[in-house]
């Protein structure tokens, strides 16, 4: 029971307290107007709530590897060009797109210890995050990292209820596998760009969980690995 408890009773980003708030005095009113509507907005509280709930998450540490970055679903495994602001040069490479839906956590995490080389916004529109043209047309934030296993591209997508893309970190910064790099608001998808060489682990249809899910292997795997928990 009391681990039941525990897993719910998860700690909440201080970037959704405006948020929550908002519903929060909404339903007071909704309450007042027609107690009916209240209710609902107690749901919609509820949720947002949930929503911006921030886990601990046990990542297994190894530069032979890349854990997903995104909690979500497997929605595409593709050999595309990467985009061009990330600058990954002309080479294809394997992409991994991971579907986040309304009740999925939607802080992201870096797939790869290393050195964030670069971060480039791009502003765009807002069409379905499933998608394969939300990968160029959509609102997106992206990370380059610098690891072991060479330059690792990570694209946070917004789609169509997401309209802010926050972002916990900076260029130059070293960064921790499974760290937390982001997050994007109500909805969305994070696109991993890994070398061709990569060996992909996961399928379409796969649920994943950010920090934890081995998406891909570069090489031979470890026998023994550390841990991360945060």
Known sequence: ML????????????????????FAVATLVLFWLWQPLGWIGAILTVWCICFFRDPKRVTPVDSAIAVSPADGR???????????????GDRDRRRVSI???VFNVHVNRAPVAGRIARIAYT?????????????????????????????IGVVQIAGLV??????????????GQGERIGMIRFGSRVDLYLPLNAE??????????AGETVIARFGPEARERMVRID
């Open 200 to 209: 992909v682990l996961v399928a379409v249809g796969q649920t994943a969980i």
């Open 74 to 88: 497997v929605s595409a495994i593709t050999v595309v060009q990467p985009p061009k602001e990330l600058v990954l």
């Open 123 to 151: 502003p765009g529109k807002f069409f379905n995050a499933e998608l394969d043209k939300a990968s160029e047309f959509n609102e997106r934030n992206g990370f380059v990292i610098e690891s072991r296993a060479g330059a």
């Open 3 to 22: 681990h039941s408890i525990g897993s719910i009773l998860v700690p909440i980003r201080r970037e959704g307290t405006p948020f929550i708030a908002a």
């Open 99 to 101: 579907f986040m839906n």
């Open 162 to 175: 997401a309209r802010r893309i926050v972002s916990f970190t900076e260029a130059g910064r070293e960064i």
